[in-house]
């Protein structure tokens, strides 16, 4: 069973690694179309909220997103009631480049799923998302200082 997550590390990696190509010419690298897509679908987000989406830890999350803000993809704004609250927001050049984002994203589902039946794509999807619930806990407790037991 370890060639499970072994899979699905290959399958994220080799992704992540095509939209970096990809996404390159837009001055989006390492990751950061995560970020950006996540910001304009949630305008107004804290970084702490966008990392724990992502599941990176704050510090990869505050570079990532000063790049975004230093190429002009998003901009911080102070919160009207907490000062020390910085909220994120795209940009019209981070607005303007994320339906591409999407396009790649649908291209690259439709490419993952081919040859699958409606009801396996539904069945793996529920299936991950379980995977998914599981694995968090442990990032939770990690995450927190803790060490897990093997």
């Given at each position: 069973m370890m060639e499970?997550?072994?899979e699905i590390g290959m399958?994220?990696?080799?992704?992540d690694s095509i939209s970096n190509i990809e996404f390159k010419e837009y001055d989006l690298t390492k990751g950061q179309y995560l970020y950006l897509v996540?910001?304009?679908e949630n305008p107004g987000i804290i970084q702490e909220k966008l990392a724990e989406m992502i599941k990176v830890d704050r510090t990869t999350a505050a570079r990532s997103i000063q790049k975004l803000e230093k190429n002009g993809f998003i901009l911080r704004k102070d919160d009207a009631d907490?000062?020390?609250i910085k909220k994120l927001y795209p940009t019209e050049k981070g607005e303007a480049v994320y339906p591409l984002i999407i396009r790649e994203h649908e291209h690259?589902?439709?490419v993952a799923l081919c040859g699958l039946s409606e009801s396996e794509a539904e069945t793996a999807l529920a299936l991950l998302q379980r995977i998914r619930r599981n694995i968090e806990k442990d990032w939770e407790f990690v995450k927190?200082?803790?060490?897990r037991e093997y």
């Open positions: 499970i997550l072994r399958i994220a990696r080799a992704l996540r910001i304009c907490n000062k020390k690259s589902t439709r927190k200082g803790n060490k």
